[in-house]
């Protein structure tokens, strides 16, 4: 004898059978298919811009000396402690989103597609774009009614053309913007650089695509050797441990996170890295992240979501930046 299953629910009409009446099943979470951290603009201390162009000053200590001053010697010469000061700035650069759903589709029952998550989804995503540009190597661009504003980013800043407004000798030197592959020898090459221009590295940070990643922990486990590998066990117990989340030096220690790959500077090959002294760089905001809803003219509510912000270039020599390729 045969019986009614769960089966028996015909796609097209007549709709007839025992299965026509079983509820569906649909999990009420949606899973986001993209990275969301954001460890440059989360990182980066937060300061307030006042205008479009967004700027601030530069200084130099002179060379020091050490050949002393003759006893009777009176002061005939006068230096300019002003001549070395630099003026520099960045534009801030507009970021939006816009939503909206129909009136009915707000009315329906969903798992999460409506107004609110709309309006929410925007702001996720207006973070990233944030990222993108303050990692990118794009230049700033003054805007006009034909042209949009644009922040130089990071990766612009330490690069071997940082920009025509930035003398040679603000300039990262050679050391500090590495193209090809990344070793032991030449990462405390770049370290010893940053010290000697900044004078300290207590707050580094390297933002590491993965494929940077993967070289760091390779070469910290090999040691330059092709036959032998060097684990780190912790002394309290058995595990071994392959990540390598900390680069010791002798000029600090290098804190090493993962960035976004979405957000890297070649979101393709995934294979550059940006050593950032979170002490000499920052974000300025001239118009903080909000959520306006415009009018709803009966198709349903409309809205978006808005930030202007710049990336600030305190100290150019003071970070490192890897590009694998």
């Keep these: 004898m045969a019986f009614t299953a769960s089966y028996d629910n015909p796609a097209s009409d007549p ?3 025992g299965g026509v009446g079983n509820f569906e099943d649909l999990h009420d979470l949606i899973t986001i298919l993209a990275p969301e951290e954001t460890p440059f603009s989360s990182l980066a201390p937060k300061n307030q811009a006042k205008a479009t162009n967004h700027e601030w000053t530069l200084d ?4 020091p000396v050490s050949d002393g001053v003759l006893e009777s010697d009176d002061v005939s010469s006068f230096d300019d402690k002003f001549a070395d ?8 650069q507009g970021f939006r989103r816009a939503y909206g759903t129909s009136v009915v589709q707000d009315a329906v029952a969903s798992v999460q597609a409506n107004y609110a998550n709309a309006a929410v989804k ?3 995503e207006i973070k990233r774009d944030q990222e993108k540009a303050a990692l990118s190597a794009q230049d700033k661009v003054t805007g006009s009614g034909s042209a949009k504003s644009l922040m130089r980013g990071f990766s612009k800043y330490i690069s071997t053309s ?8 603000y300039a990262p030197a050679a050391a500090q913007t590495i193209t090809g592959a990344i070793t032991e020898a030449n990462l405390n090459a770049m370290l010893a650089s940053m010290y000697n221009t900044s004078g300290a590295l207590s707050n580094v940070t390297m933002i590491a695509d993965s494929n940077v990643r993967l070289s760091v922990a390779n070469f910290m486990a090999t040691n330059g050797s092709t036959d032998k590998r060097r684990y780190n066990v912790p002394g309290t117990g058995r595990e071994v441990s392959l990540a390598v989340d900390v680069f010791n030096s002798d000029f600090g220690s290098v804190n090493i996170v993962s960035s976004n790959s979405a957000c890297s500077p070649d979101s393709t090959n995934l294979d550059t890295a940006q050593l950032v002294n979170f002490d000499y760089i920052g974000m300025a905001t001239l118009i903080p992240l909000a959520q306006t809803e415009l009018e709803d003219a009966g198709a349903g509510r409309r809205g978006f979501c808005q930030m202007w912000s710049t990336l ?4 150019p020599q003071a970070h490192g930046s ?4």
């Design 60 to 63: 130099k200590l002179s060379d």
């Design 85 to 92: 000061q630099l003026r520099l700035g960045n534009t801030v």
């Design 312 to 315: 600030e270039m305190f100290h």
């Design 15 to 17: 709709r007839q059978g």
């Design 162 to 169: 940082p920009g025509s407004d930035i003398p040679s000798d």
């Design 122 to 124: 925007c702001v996720r």
């Design 322 to 325: 890897y590009s694998l390729a």
